[in-house]
Structures are given as structure tokens and as C-alpha cells.
């Protein structure tokens, strides 16, 4: 029997990466990837800003951000990180403008909650130093970001705890090791049904293609095992599965803006002069994040990455502008249809804010910055503000009996998921195989 993951995303491609590496070689049940879009990683993997922290995490995420930080860079050590998908540790600094603060605002609701309550993820963690500076390149900034009049930074953390990464470059090396490895991706393909023995035992899915002339075909797979990995499309897929089952996947879809760009100010990596090797990369580069509060120039929390591509090729993601109105696409290559240009607009003006060219005796810059890309993503959040990976209890399932297979469920990641990939991909892959999960999830079971 196979085991079918249906989302083909970043926490999708882990679990298939990190469950053929580890299975006994005379183990040949297949592996099955299922993504309804026609190609992968069109929202939140594709587009994400590719920040990794240690320990910026509550108690019952805290043991898997731990474990999935340590799995990112000793990857980025074995397979060339850097220069394949940008792995580099990062400085990152809290700015504040005027008379709005990071701290006391971020912590005026529950841990974890910074995303819905419009505040900055900087609350999370505490400063390194009571003292701010002035933002003038000369304390110390990098020179990418554009001093602020009244601003002032706070460092929080440093490249040993925190990482960036390009997030499609992952997925991509990701996809690949996995397909060598003989994992079977189906694109534009939907599971409609379950089918069951006449034990009631699930022994198949049907599932349906669309193909470029417009037709559809039908077909079943045999599994007993499946995994929903589809983030935020992940309720939606499970009822569809499960019709008769009253439970109910508390997560929802939180849209986000993101812009990347090039700057004139940003054309070689930044060199860590400590020389720490972090990654692995022998050219010792080193990534900066900024994280924002609300200020005069803009009303939201952006977040500002210095970060690398493939090959050290620099850019600057800038996000933070997130919309809940927006209704959640049937695919996620329909999303660009949901763009707000006015959301672009809004994120352009804060992006040259940050990193465009400063005039003398203005506090407006110029903008001199080169569009890589635009995104809009769909991030998967949870009611609980954490994610949701584990068994599905078959008592669950509207009345469908799994035998020796199961269900899971691995999404609600939040703004989290690419920090939190490797390890939920780890500890899934663990589950399905009957081993002990190397990380402490017994706090993120469906509930």
C-alpha cells in the first residue's frame, strides 16, 4: 500500500524527502505528492521571505522549531545550501519611527498572535541591548537599508540563531532529491473520494486530472495512508475526503503581499567577518532582517530581508501587508487573480522607504529599485496560533476504518512554515513509519 501527500508545498516536499531517505530500502510502497495546481509552489512556498529562527517559538511549538533550525542548516552543510537555495545566518534588528515602539505594542497580545493583531513578529524575542541607536549606516546597519529620519534600531538576534533562505530554491532541491528517490508528483490532479474494502478498511483513492485539452480523467491509487499537507486549502480537502466526518480543521486562510526587488546598494553578499562558517558555506555570507513597527510612513508591521538566491545573487523581500477579505482561490495558480494593486502600491512605497535612495533634506526616498517579483500567498492559520501535525483519530473520519494506515495532518504554520518545514516533515515521516517523532508535538494534535 502507498502513502498519497496531497499538497505539493514546502511542508509537502519535506515529508516526502525526509520519508524516502529514511525508509528501508526493501520498502518499495510508493510515495505519491497530489497538487490540484498545474504547477507547484504558486502561493505561500513560492513567494514566502525564507526566514528561519531557533527559538523565537512558544512552549508547545518550541521543541520542532528547535529540531527543524538544526535540520535547515546541517542540510545547507551537506548539500551546498548557500549557493543552492541562499542558506546564510542573518543579524536581524527591530526599527521603530517616531514615537511607535516594537516591544510594547508586539507584546500586547498572546504569543504568537503578532500576525493577526498587525503588530511585528520582533515582539517575540528580546532585545540583545537596551541602547538604540540612531539609523545611520554608520552604527552599523547595512548599508541595503536606508537610514530613517527618527528611526532607531534594536539588534534581537544574531546568525547563530537566526537563517534566511530563498524558499521555491528549497522546495525545488527538495522536489527533485525526492523524485530521484522514486516519490510520483501528479499535477493537476484532485482526490475526489475514498475508496474502501468491504470491511469499511480504506484500500484506494480516486482521483481526478484535468488535462490540457480541457479533459478530465478518472483513476484510483491504492494507499492507506494519506497526509493533508495543502496548507491553507487543507480544511477544504479533508471535507471533500471525509464528508461524513463532524470534525471540523481549525485553520484558515490570512493573505499576504510580498514584493521582491533588486537595489544598487545590494550587489554582493554581505560578508560575516567572524568567519563561522554557518551553513557550511566557505564564502561565509551573511543575510540581515529588519523587522518594522507601525510609523509614519506606513500602518502595518512590514519586514524587511537582505537575502541571497542561487549563487549569492542578492535581492530584498519586503512583506507585511496582509488582507483576511480575501476569499481563498480553488487553485493556488489562481491567486495572482486575487491581487489588490492598490496592496502592491501601499508595499512599494514601503519598500522604498526601507531600501531606495535617500535624498538630502528629505525624509521621502527615490525609488531606484528593479521589481523581481510580486506575490500574494494564503498562509494556513490556526485558531490556536500553532500548527496542527498529527494523527487524524479514526473515530474522526465520518465512519472510514484505516486498518494498519492512518490520516494526518501537518499545516496551520502560519507565517511559520518555512522556518518550521524540515523538522514537521521529519517528525511526519517518523509518524507514518511508526517510529517516536523526534521533536515533542504532543501539544499540536488536532484537538
Same mark, same amino acid.
Given at each position: 500500500?502507498?502513502?498519497?501527500?496531497?499538497?505539493?508545498?514546502?511542508?509537502?516536499?519535506?515529508?516526502?524527502?525526509?520519508?524516502?531517505?529514511?525508509?528501508?530500502?526493501?520498502?518499495?510502497?510508493?510515495?505519491?505528492?497530489?497538487?490540484?495546481?498545474?504547477?507547484?509552489?504558486?502561493?505561500?512556498?513560492?513567494?514566502?521571505?525564507?526566514?528561519?529562527?531557533?527559538?523565537?517559538?512558544?512552549? *508547545?511549538? =518550541?521543541? $520542532?522549531?528547535?529540531?527543524?533550525?538544526? @535540520?535547515? /542548516?546541517?542540510?545547507? +552543510?551537506?548539500?551546498? &545550501?548557500?549557493?543552492?537555495?541562499?542558506?546564510?545566518?542573518?543579524?536581524?534588528?527591530?526599527?521603530?519611527?517616531?514615537?511607535?515602539?516594537?516591544?510594547?505594542?508586539?507584546?500586547?497580545?498572546?504569543?504568537?498572535?503578532?500576525?493577526?493583531?498587525?503588530?511585528?513578529?520582533?515582539?517575540?524575542?528580546?532585545?540583545?541591548?537596551?541602547?538604540?541607536?540612531?539609523?545611520?549606516?554608520?552604527?552599523?546597519?547595512?548599508?541595503?537599508?536606508?537610514?530613517?529620519?527618527?528611526?532607531?534600531?534594536?539588534?534581537?538576534?544574531?546568525?547563530?540563531?537566526?537563517?534566511?533562505?530563498?524558499?521555491?530554491?528549497?522546495?525545488?532541491?527538495?522536489?527533485?532529491?525526492?523524485?530521484?528517490?522514486?516519490?510520483?508528483?501528479?499535477?493537476?490532479?484532485? *482526490?475526489? =473520494?475514498? $475508496?474502501?474494502?468491504?470491511?469499511?478498511? @480504506?484500500? /484506494?483513492?480516486?482521483? +481526478?486530472?484535468?488535462? &490540457?485539452?480541457?479533459?478530465?480523467?478518472?483513476?484510483?491509487?491504492?494507499?492507506?495512508?494519506?497526509?493533508?499537507?495543502?496548507?491553507?486549502?487543507?480544511?477544504?480537502?479533508?471535507?471533500?475526503?471525509?464528508?461524513?466526518?463532524?470534525?471540523?480543521?481549525?485553520?484558515?486562510?490570512?493573505?499576504?503581499?510580498?514584493?521582491?526587488?533588486?537595489?544598487?546598494?545590494?550587489?554582493?553578499?554581505?560578508?560575516?567577518?567572524?568567519?563561522?562558517?554557518?551553513?557550511?558555506?566557505?564564502?561565509?555570507?551573511?543575510?540581515?532582517?529588519?523587522?518594522?513597527?507601525?510609523?509614519?510612513?506606513?500602518?502595518?508591521?512590514?519586514?524587511?530581508?537582505?537575502?541571497?538566491?542561487?549563487?549569492?545573487?542578492?535581492?530584498?523581500?519586503?512583506?507585511?501587508?496582509?488582507? =483576511?477579505? $480575501?476569499?481563498?482561490?480553488?487553485?493556488?495558480?489562481?491567486?495572482?487573480?486575487?491581487?489588490?494593486?492598490?496592496?502592491?502600491?501601499?508595499?512599494?512605497?514601503?519598500?522604498?522607504?526601507?531600501?531606495?535612495?535617500?535624498?538630502?533634506?528629505?525624509?521621502?526616498?527615490?525609488?531606484?529599485?528593479?521589481?523581481?517579483?510580486?506575490?500574494?500567498?494564503?498562509?494556513?492559520?490556526?485558531?490556536?496560533?500553532?500548527?496542527?501535525?498529527?494523527?487524524v483519530p479514526e473515530k474522526d473520519l465520518g465512519g472510514v476504518c484505516m486498518g494498519d494506515g492512518g490520516v494526518w495532518i501537518a499545516s496551520g504554520h502560519g507565517p511559520w512554515g518555512i522556518s518550521l518545514s524540515l523538522g514537521s516533515g521529519l517528525v511526519v515521516s517518523e509518524m507514518l513509519q511508526g517510529k517516536k517523532p523526534s521533536a515533542d508535538i504532543r501539544a499540536l494534535g488536532l484537538h
Amino acid at each position: 500500500m502507498g502513502t498519497v501527500i496531497i499538497g505539493g508545498g514546502i511542508i509537502g516536499l519535506s515529508t516526502a524527502y525526509y520519508l524516502s531517505l529514511s525508509r528501508p530500502a526493501t520498502d518499495d510502497a510508493p510515495i505519491h505528492i497530489i497538487d490540484s495546481s498545474p504547477m507547484l509552489l504558486a502561493s505561500a512556498s513560492g513567494y514566502a521571505g525564507g526566514f528561519l529562527a531557533s527559538d523565537w517559538f512558544s512552549p *508547545a511549538v =518550541s521543541s $520542532l522549531g528547535a529540531l527543524s533550525f538544526r @535540520l535547515h /542548516r546541517e542540510l545547507a +552543510e551537506k548539500h551546498n &545550501g548557500s549557493r543552492k537555495w541562499g542558506y546564510a545566518g542573518s543579524h536581524v534588528y527591530s526599527l521603530s519611527v517616531d514615537e511607535y515602539g516594537v516591544s510594547e505594542k508586539a507584546k500586547s497580545g498572546r504569543r504568537g498572535d503578532w500576525l493577526l493583531d498587525g503588530t511585528s513578529r520582533a515582539g517575540l524575542v528580546e532585545g540583545r541591548s537596551d541602547h538604540k541607536n540612531s539609523m545611520v549606516n554608520q552604527d552599523g546597519s547595512p548599508a541595503v537599508f536606508t537610514p530613517q529620519v527618527g528611526g532607531t534600531l534594536n539588534t534581537i538576534a544574531d546568525p547563530e540563531e537566526c537563517a534566511q533562505i530563498e524558499p521555491k530554491e528549497l522546495c525545488e532541491f527538495l522536489c527533485e532529491e525526492s523524485k530521484s528517490r522514486g516519490v510520483h508528483i501528479h499535477l493537476s490532479t484532485t *482526490a475526489t =473520494s475514498v $475508496l474502501t474494502n468491504s470491511d469499511g478498511v @480504506l484500500t /484506494r483513492l480516486r482521483l +481526478e486530472s484535468s488535462g &490540457g485539452d480541457g479533459g478530465n480523467e478518472k483513476r484510483e491509487i491504492e494507499c492507506d495512508k494519506i497526509v493533508f499537507t495543502a496548507g491553507a486549502w487543507t480544511p477544504r480537502v479533508f471535507k471533500t475526503l471525509f464528508p461524513q466526518s463532524h470534525t471540523r480543521i481549525p485553520i484558515s486562510p490570512l493573505a499576504g503581499y510580498s514584493l521582491t526587488v533588486k537595489s544598487p546598494r545590494y550587489t554582493h553578499p554581505f560578508l560575516d567577518v567572524e568567519k563561522r562558517n554557518i551553513g557550511g558555506g566557505e564564502d561565509n555570507w551573511l543575510c540581515y532582517a529588519i523587522y518594522c513597527a507601525p510609523g509614519r510612513h506606513w500602518s502595518y508591521s512590514p519586514e524587511a530581508y537582505a537575502r541571497l538566491a542561487r549563487g549569492g545573487q542578492t535581492e530584498v523581500w519586503v512583506g507585511g501587508v496582509n488582507d =483576511s477579505s $480575501l476569499s481563498l482561490p480553488e487553485l493556488a495558480t489562481d491567486v495572482k487573480k486575487s491581487m489588490n494593486p492598490k496592496s502592491f502600491e501601499s508595499l512599494r512605497a514601503t519598500t522604498v522607504q526601507l531600501t531606495g535612495l535617500a535624498r538630502e533634506g528629505d525624509d521621502l526616498n527615490q525609488d531606484d529599485l528593479e521589481t523581481v517579483r510580486e506575490g500574494l500567498c494564503f498562509r494556513p492559520v490556526s485558531t490556536s496560533g500553532t500548527p496542527i501535525i498529527g494523527q487524524v483519530p479514526e473515530k474522526d473520519l465520518g465512519g472510514v476504518c484505516m486498518g494498519d494506515g492512518g490520516v494526518w495532518i501537518a499545516s496551520g504554520h502560519g507565517p511559520w512554515g518555512i522556518s518550521l518545514s524540515l523538522g514537521s516533515g521529519l517528525v511526519v515521516s517518523e509518524m507514518l513509519q511508526g517510529k517516536k517523532p523526534s521533536a515533542d508535538i504532543r501539544a499540536l494534535g488536532l484537538h
